[in-house]
């Protein structure tokens, strides 16, 4: 979906950028890491953390899983419905497992939670205007994802604030306890 307009978006939201034309082998690896000419949105990055998450296979994303009637009980359920597959299940298992040392061990370890196996990755995207923008992306539990996220936070540097703001997101999703950053 990169390079492509996500929905869930308002009509004014724009695709993103993904260049493939006339790039080089250095411009194609710089993107690979996020550099260079790589525009995307925060519910794309989340498609793809939960398409690593689940596989290679990418789900509709949804702002609501189900409703229920608070005066007669009645239940409505959304159920989840599949894009397609993006990329090869051993593909994603690896950067999966890599995902799961950045959070374990690595830049991300300020969403890691006791009891809940989270994998990710931080970043940060260059801004002309000033510092950097700080991204987490994730899920959670890793081995079993129920959740995917996308954290920016703007001109804060690198991952690690994002990386710390989505642990609050993370144990409210997961225990219903709501505690601001630190």
Sequence with gaps: ???????????????????????????????????????????????VAQAIGNRGLVMEPM????????????????????????FDTQVADDVLKSMIAVVSKGTGSR?????????????????PKGPAHGWFVGVAPADNPKIALAIIIE????????????KGVLQAYFTGERKAPQ
């Design 1 to 47: 979906g990169l390079g492509q307009k996500p929905s869930l978006t308002a009509d004014n939201v724009k695709p993103g950028k993904l260049p493939s034309d006339g790039i080089s082998h250095l411009e194609l690896a710089e993107i690979c890491i996020g550099q260079n000419e790589l525009i995307t949105t925060p519910l794309q990055l989340a498609m």
């Design 63 to 86: 702002l609501i899983d189900g409703i229920i009637d608070g005066q007669t009980g009645a239940r409505w359920h959304n159920p989840p419905k599949t894009v397609g597959r993006i």
């Design 111 to 127: 969403a890691s939670l006791p009891d809940v196996s989270v994998a990710g990755k931080t970043g940060s995207a260059e801004n």
């Design 155 to 166: 001109n804060g540097g690198s991952g690690g604030l994002a990386a710390q703001v989505a």
